[in-house]
Nanobody, 124 residues
Framework: QVALVESGGGLVQTGGSLRLICAASLRPFSSHTMVWFRQPPGKDREFVAGISWSGGGVTYDDAVKARFTIARDNVKNTVSLQMTSLKPEDTAVYSC?????????????????WGQGTQVTVSS
């Protein structure tokens, strides 16, 4: 059974940093494009960042570009999201998702596998 498990969320002050980790049981992990979405309170889920199955392609939403960094470790079967200069508007439930092969897609419908999410709260 495929499982994606996120960790690393928490409460942080404005300007702080957090590193989220998504551990995946996908096989082979290296064949899956991995992404992060977030759902702010009362809003729809939105794309944050993605990394292609080859690791050669990386895409960020404009709202997080230059502040967040996505990376994958195909030995540990994890994808991380390093978040810096956090703002209150980054407050959301962050979820990782995966699809086998394929390009990075900003639509939730493109992804077959989802984690439960981890809460990130940025206080002002």
């Amino acid at each position: 059974q495929v499982a994606l498990v996120e960790s690393g969320g928490g409460l942080v002050q404005t300007g702080g940093s957090l590193r989220l980790i998504c551990a995946a049981s996908l096989r082979p992990f290296s064949s899956h494009t991995m992404v992060w979405f977030r759902q702010p309170p009362g809003k729809d889920r939105e794309f944050v960042a993605g990394i292609s199955w080859s690791g050669g392609g990386v895409t960020y939403d404009d709202a997080v570009k230059a502040r967040f960094t996505i990376a994958r470790d195909n030995v540990k079967n994890t994808v991380s999201l390093q978040m810096t200069s956090l703002k209150p508007e980054d407050t959301a439930v962050y979820s990782c998702a995966a699809r086998h092969g394929g390009a990075i897609d900003k639509s939730t419908s493109a992804y077959a596998y989802w984690g439960q999410g981890t809460q990130v709260t940025v206080s002002s």
